[in-house]
């Protein structure tokens, strides 16, 4: 499979393509609005093929990153894994990571892009331990089938998938001879899986997967839906600005797993419960979204900034994540926005089934 026989697929299926700071993308397949009634109702499929992947392997691969990540590595088994992050020592997010534990090493999935500054901050530490670090991105190809149907749709193609499997954990499935990762991971609300395959099987398992009722998705459906579940994206709603703790990911923090790279910080933070900041949803008046870094303000002050925002589908109004300071983040409180209209704080997320 090439990428160029993969992208014709997707252009026969309607596909609209975009960039936006990253790799093209299918931004919709001519219908925005439906495609995210899709997920809402059924089965959709995205590609998720440009997502940054290391493999990390060698006898001390597991203590070196426990050490590491914020949260557990040691004792995770085969087939298990979990959300981290990579922090400075002073605890500022360098990149969130979902980590999985494969027979071969641990697979770490970033966002698109962030595997190089990743791999740097982990080789930055690595002195004595026999580890070794490789970016495998594109090796293999990423697809999201998330939805309401979207488990019976995948038991039809690749045979039964437990109801019980757990967040980022991974069943191994056949399609044909070809081997397919089965990992249960949600970044749309909605039940959802991303399924691995060699990238030059990759066609194989779109036309499959189309063939058996997933209807293509585009980024402007799954943001929408991203949004609306008030999951927060690296690089739009957090950066080194920002504490884990301070962007809601406190399920990425095993506290009583003992040190790693900042945990001091973030330790103290937690246990004063007194986050700096705080990740917060918007209502907001005005009908157009705000752009990213947009000032909202109590009076004259500046008190934080918006991150990503949407016409939510779900809502029918103008929907907004933002960073606000400590003594901001309580539900009802009015703020005023730059460029006009004031916006309502409400609680995350905006919408869930």
């Not at 981290?84 to 969130?96: H, I």
């Amino acid at each position: 499979m090439t990428v160029t026989s993969l992208r014709a697929a997707k252009l026969a299926a309607g596909a609209a393509f975009e960039r936006n700071g990253g790799p093209e993308a299918a931004a919709h397949y001519g219908d925005a609005d439906s495609e995210y009634a899709t997920v809402r109702e059924a089965a959709g499929l995205i590609d998720r093929s440009d997502r940054g992947h290391l493999l990390v392997t060698g006898p001390d691969r597991a203590r070196f990153l426990h050490g590491m990540l914020s949260n557990t590595v040691e004792g995770l088994e085969t087939g298990a894994g979990n959300y981290a992050t990579m922090t400075t020592p002073r605890g500022q997010t360098l990149s969130d990571v979902w980590v999985y534990h494969r027979a071969e090493g641990f697979l770490l999935e970033t966002e698109p892009g962030l595997q190089a500054k990743l791999m740097a901050s982990l080789d930055k530490y690595l002195i004595a331990d026999d580890v070794r670090i490789t970016d495998v991105t594109g090796v293999e190809s990423t697809f999201g089938v998330h939805g309401s149907g979207s488990r019976a749709l995948i038991e039809r193609v690749l045979g039964a998938v437990s109801t019980d499997l757990a967040d980022c954990h991974t069943v191994v499935r056949n399609l044909g001879r070809e081997v397919v990762s089965v990992t249960a991971r949600s970044y749309s609300g909605e039940a959802g899986y991303d399924l691995r395959i060699r990238a030059d099987h990759a066609l194989r398992l779109w036309n499959v997967l189309t063939s058996t009722g997933a209807r293509p998705v585009g980024t402007r459906a799954m943001e929408a839906l991203r949004i609306e579940s008030g999951i927060p994206r690296y690089g739009v709603d957090l950066d080194e600005r920002v504490v884990p703790l301070e962007a809601g990911l406190h399920h990425a923090v095993d506290f009583a797993k003992g040190c790693f790279i900042g945990q001091e910080t973030i330790a103290k933070m937690h246990n004063l419960g007194k986050p700096r900041r705080y990740l917060v949803g918007l209502h907001l008046e005005a009908d157009t979204v705000p752009p990213a870094e947009t000032p909202l303000r109590d009076g004259e002050k500046q008190i934080g900034w918006t991150t990503s925002g949407v016409r939510s589908p779900a809502l029918g109004r103008v929907v907004s994540l933002a960073s606000v300071r400590r003594g901001y983040e309580r539900p009802g409180l009015s703020l005023s926005v730059d460029g006009g209209g004031r916006a309502e704080v409400v609680e995350l997320p905006f919408y869930k089934r």
